[in-house]
């Protein structure tokens, strides 16, 4: 990592904490490794993320049905899925320290790149060049580690009370597949998609919310027929780049990855990774995966309970295959940070802001009194607000400082537009408005106060 790249993480960092996004988990405990918590802007930020997502490709769409499964499953539930089995990282130990660590991180710390790697490559590679710990000390040998959070239902601790926090959103979709054809009868093609937390005993968690312990998905399982994948894999890689757009990601740093077969999940027949330009290096943002009729044939072996699908139309029985879209919430949030964050010259001085799309953006209008020692501009300011507070979310009073400082301080939390309200205001019912970006100011009817986003 370069020293500009630490620096932009560290800005982020510092920001996130200093205007109330994003906490450290458990900090006046001295903090718990990969967990965060969301301030006041920072679930407002995340909250319009996911409203978003919800409207995009649920609410919009008629041939989409809304879930929010269970976080506590039957233990059957993973070990048909694979994940008791298979939900591994390949763990290594400093031998001198007993520090944990992720082999295949290690390996590209070292210029090794570990994709397609077995455990038994990756040992080899290890001893063959030399590789040391992090902290200069051998390594011991490669061994998968199972990143599923483990505990126990009822009063007693045995093998038939052990169950999992769930490490994915998309087993609750897959066991109410045929409670949601039941209760809604729908036609291929169709969608269930659920928005969930979900849990992994990430080896080393890091780089702020990019590895988590406890991580948000929205995800979708889009039921298929099997001749229909390739068109129906082509449309959801254009709504994912049409969600990209909405978000204000920045275009030039996301790449699509096809992933070759070595590299892929057992159950996929093509993934692509939507990997975003992090400073920490290019990683995986999105997936984009064809998981065939792998998930409903498993489920459909282990329960015994039929999970075909029956089309009326033409009389036939098969077993849906499916193309899933999914994408992490804090993964977004970090990238929409990293590409909101500008700094620039207005005025004279160096400023620091927060270019957030106005769709995202926790405040979208701040409502100033231009003194906050005059009642009158003080009531006029309020009856503003509250006006508009009527017909839109985002919106704050501010008359804390300066309005120079007010300003600032609205810029570095991503408000798109700021109104003042002066003495002109009550003479001719005209406020400023301020736009973020370039900082023009304009004298605006309050009657015609509009905000497109």
């Known amino acids: 990592m370069t020293d500009h790249t630490e620096n932009t993480m560290e800005k982020i960092i510092s920001l996130a904490k200093r205007r109330g996004f994003i906490y450290q988990g458990s900090e ?87 994709k397609g790697m077995t455990v038994l490559q990756m040992n080899e590679i290890i001893k063959e060049k030399g590789i040391k710990s992090p902290d200069g000390n051998p390594l011991g040998e490669v061994r998968q580690f199972n990143m599923m959070l483990k505990t126990h239902i009822g009063p007693t601790e045995d093998e038939n009370s052990v169950t999992y926090l769930r490490p994915e959103t998309a087993g609750g979709i897959f066991v109410n597949f045929k409670n949601v054809v039941d209760s809604f009868h729908p036609k ?13 005993n990430e080896i080393s968690p890091g780089n702020f919310i990019f590895r988590l312990r406890e991580l948000e998905q929205m995800e979708i399982e889009y039921f298929i027929r099997p001749e229909q994948w390739q068109d129906s894999f082509e449309h ?31 159950y ?35 329960s015994n309970v039929d999970l075909t699908y029956y089309d009326e139309d033409t009389k036939e029985r098969f077993t849906p295959h499916v193309i899933e879209p ?27 802001y927060l270019k957030l799309s106005p769709a995202v953006a926790p405040v979208k ?5 231009l003194l906050k020692n005059k009642p009158q501009l003080v009531e006029k300011a309020r009856e503003v607000y509250m006006n508009l507070r009527k017909n839109m979310s985002g919106v704050v009073f501010d008359d804390n400082g300066n309005i120079g400082k007010r ?47």
């Open 188 to 200: 291929l093609p169709f969608g269930i998609a659920q928005i969930g937390k979900a849990f992994r």
């Open 28 to 114: 006046i405990y001295g903090g718990l490794a990969g967990t965060w918590d969301y301030g006041p802007l920072g679930v407002t930020l995340k909250n319009n993320i996911k409203n978003l997502w919800w409207k995009m490709f649920v609410e919009d769409r008629e041939d989409m049905y809304g879930l929010d499964a269970a976080l506590l499953m039957n233990q059957n539930v993973w070990k048909a899925s694979g994940h008791v089995a298979g939900f591994s990282d390949p763990l290594v130990e400093d031998t001198k320290n007993q520090k944990r660590y992720r082999a295949d991180h290690v390996l590209e710390e070292n210029s090794v790149d570990p």
């Open 236 to 266: 959801w890689k254009q709504q994912m780049n049409k969600w990209i757009e909405a978000i204000g990601l920045t275009k030039n740093k996301v790449h699509e990855v096809e992933i070759s077969d070595k590299d892929r999940a057992h």
């Open 407 to 453: 300003y600032r301080r609205q810029d570095e939390i991503g408000t798109p537009w700021c109104i003042t309200i002066d003495f002109d205001t009550l003479e001719d019912n005209t406020v400023t408005v301020r736009d973020r970006d370039s900082g023009e100011q304009k004298r605006v009817k309050i009657e015609e106060l509009t905000f497109n986003f």
């Open 268 to 302: 996929s027949k093509r993934t692509i990774d939507f990997e975003f330009e992090y400073p920490f290096g290019q990683k995986e943002l999105y997936g984009l995966a064809y998981r065939t009729d792998y998930d409903l044939t498993k489920h459909t072996e282990a």
């Open 365 to 369: 209008v701040a409502v100033f009194p």
């Open 326 to 352: 999914s994408m992490g919430v804090d993964r977004t949030i970090l990238a929409v940070l990293l590409s909101a964050y500008t700094e620039d010259e207005l005025g004279g001085e160096t400023r620091a």
